[in-house]
């Protein structure tokens, strides 16, 4: 992705999460030479990965399949581990209308996955097989705002502002806009973006930058060359 696309996401993003009255961390606002001098004093922000985060999962095709995310907070896998602490995550996602999220279930990773605001959100679901693979043929049942719900495999649930589902690790998912774009919130344990997502086709997680023009903030992707 070029990084004048990215910088304009990022502006497109903001105002869509203001509109629907959200507002993001002073940290989201700072420049990439703010954050340098802050890097001590931010180490935890920078461990967590918590920042601006777009993704065209290395396909070169962001329009049609891709996301965008902010990281809001993030715990840490070893409370997780030990059963107390910061055990959750939460961000803020931008799906665009018929932009593919595309199939994908996380081992460790519980999520909620919540319409904010916008259109309709899609999500696509199917069931995993003994070794939490992908299964074409299993379907299984999800949490609707706590309700339980049983799905066919390959169902489409359709979330209306307000509505959300509850995920587990083994649930696999692929989800879009529908009739327009969707501000999603995410809830969820600890989150790992490196390790903890497994997609059924073999693509990448993060995009790869042309750095045609300097970056208006820094992607959790750029913390390791900048702020190293």
């Not at 918590?50 to 329009?63: P, S």
């Not at 605001?117 to 696509?124: D, M, P």
């Not at 774009?181 to 969820?188: A, M």
């Not at 073999?202 to 992607?219: M, N, Q, V």
Request: hydrophobic share 40%; glycine share 10%; proline share 4%.
């Amino acid at each position: 992705m070029k990084r004048s696309r990215i910088n304009q996401i990022m502006a497109e993003a903001d105002e869509m999460i203001r509109r629907y009255g959200f507002v993001l961390p002073p940290f989201a606002y700072w420049t990439p030479e703010t954050f340098t001098a802050n890097k001590d004093k931010a180490a935890a922000l920078i461990a967590a990965r918590c920042g601006w985060d777009i993704t065209d999962y290395g396909a070169g095709r962001f329009d049609q399949m891709g996301l965008f995310l902010f990281t809001l907070r993030n715990g840490r896998l070893a409370d997780l581990e030990r059963g107390g602490g910061m055990c959750y995550a939460e961000k803020l996602l931008i799906s665009r209308q018929d932009q593919l999220s595309p199939m994908h279930t996380h081992v460790i990773k519980a999520e909620d996955i919540i319409n904010r605001g916008g259109a309709t959100l899609v999500i696509e679901l199917y069931g995993s097989d003994e070794a939490g693979n992908f299964a074409e043929d299993r379907g299984g049942s999800v949490l609707c705002d706590g309700i339980r719900r049983a799905f066919a495999p390959g169902e489409k649930l359709k979330l209306a502002p307000g509505e959300s589902v509850t995920l587990m690790p083994g649930d696999w998912h692929a989800f879009w806009g529908e009739g327009g774009d969707v501000l999603i919130g995410e809830v969820s344990t600890v989150n790992d973006d490196e390790t903890d997502n497994i997609f059924r086709e073999k693509i990448g997680r993060f995009a790869e930058i042309d750095e045609d023009e300097a970056p208006s903030h820094l992607l959790v992707s750029d913390y390791a060359s900048w702020l190293s």
